[in-house]
């Protein structure tokens, strides 16, 4: 059973920051792409960032304005997100995420069926 656990979320300040990670089990981690998507309250899925199977190739949205970092550590089957300089905006329930090919792009969203995280949630308040 492939399993993506998300933990680290919880409500800060603007201008505050978290670290978020991901405990994937179930797949062969250190082969796959993987993503981290966000979905705001009233919003779709956004996806804004992917990290290729070995860490050395990263991809942002550019909306961002590059407060964030994605890394992995292979040997925890663990992904991160570091997240600084946070702002309301960026609220939302946050998935880790790949597809079953484990190959990802920019700006692509993995299907329900692929494999998903159950979230973890960031609020960013005054």
């Known amino acids: 059973e492939v399993r993506l656990v998300e933990s680290g979320g919880g409500e800060v300040h603007p201008g505050e920051s978290l670290r978020l990670s991901c405990a994937a089990s179930?797949?062969?981690?250190?082969?796959?792409?993987m993503s981290w998507i966000r979905q705001a309250p009233g919003k779709g899925p956004e996806w804004f960032s992917l990290i290729n199977p070995t860490g050395t190739g990263t991809q942002y949205s550019a909306s961002l304005e590059g407060r964030f970092t994605v890394s992995r550590d292979n040997t925890k089957n663990t992904l991160y997100l570091q997240m600084k300089s946070l702002k309301v905006e960026d609220t939302a329930v946050y998935y880790c995420?790949?597809?079953?090919?484990?190959?990802?792009?920019?700006?692509?969203?993995?299907?329900?069926?692929?494999?998903w995280g159950q979230g973890t949630q960031v609020t960013v308040s005054t």
């Open positions: 995420a790949t597809n079953k090919m484990g190959r990802l792009w920019a700006d692509y969203i993995p299907p329900s069926d692929g494999y």
């Open positions: 179930g797949i062969t981690f250190s082969a796959y792409d």
